[in-house]
């Protein structure tokens, strides 16, 4: 017996006449009457005696149930978790980034994903990725220069280049292209690097060049740095995304040659089952990685 002709005769016992059962099954009386015939022709016995409308079991039929009650009861139970499923699978994703990839980057994905006019629902966290994968707050991080973590499942969805952002007036503003030595030499807004990914892969390419990372500003975020430049000078060194943002903003911004790009990295918690809609945007993110119209700056 497979498990349709398994429904069949459970609800038969249960309700103990066709009419009913196919009823609840939402097929035909006649259909009903049919399987229940080839059933009983395959087993080699009958199931059921027939008492007018009525359908009396056989004691065979009484055993075959008994044998069958756990499945019954795992069916009935299944059937009841649906409505919680179906709950948790319309939950919106949690989406947890910092500012610099929601202002330039999580827009185009979105799209594909199809949110395109809201036909879906997400939510939005601008915090500390990381932090909010750890307290249950969301569903996917994103952020740029993740280190390795043995807690996340990462995943690289693009690449992005670092340059130095400056008044239109500043002295560096009059060159190209900058290296750390040049930008060392005046007053840096920067991230805290025992803090922030990005901090600590600028600090690196400072001390692969001897020069000591020593911000006379720290902030947690690239809009951060655009803002305290523009505010009260110095260099800041930001996301080419970023950049291009505050270029009307009275910034420029200028490439860093030893610099390197930092990558974008989505990730999620480590061997914990992603939710259907979940596994949905986490595969729009990583057919991101592989565009080849990707914006500038990115790869």
Known sequence: MDLRELELFGTLMRVGTTTETARLLGISQPSVSGQLKRLESRL???LFHRTGNRLEATQEANELFALSMTIFNTHALVRSKLPTLRNLASRPVAISATPALVESFIG?????????????RIVLR???PEDDLRNGEADIGLQMALPPKAEFQAYVVGQTSLVAVMQADHPLAQSAKLNC??????????YNADWSPMGESIR?????QGLAYDPVCMVPFCANVCSMV?????VGIVDAMTARD???QGLVSREIVDIPPVSIIAFHRRNEP??????????????????TDAQPGML
Not at 108 to 120: D, E, H, M, Q, T
Not at 230 to 234: E, H, P, T, V
């Open 246 to 248: 505050y270029a009307m």
């Open 126 to 128: 601008v915090h500390s």
């Open 274 to 291: 992603l939710r259907a809609p979940v596994q949905g945007f986490l595969a729009a993110l990583r057919k991101s990685a592989a565009r």
């Open 44 to 46: 080699g016995f009958s």
């Open 181 to 190: 030595a040049a930008v060392s030499t005046h007053p840096l807004v920067c």
């Open 230 to 234: 523009r505010a009260c000078g110095g």
């Open 204 to 208: 690196s390419a400072f001390a692969a």
């Open 108 to 120: 185009p994905v979105l799209i594909r994903a199809g949110y395109r006019n809201w036909k879906k």
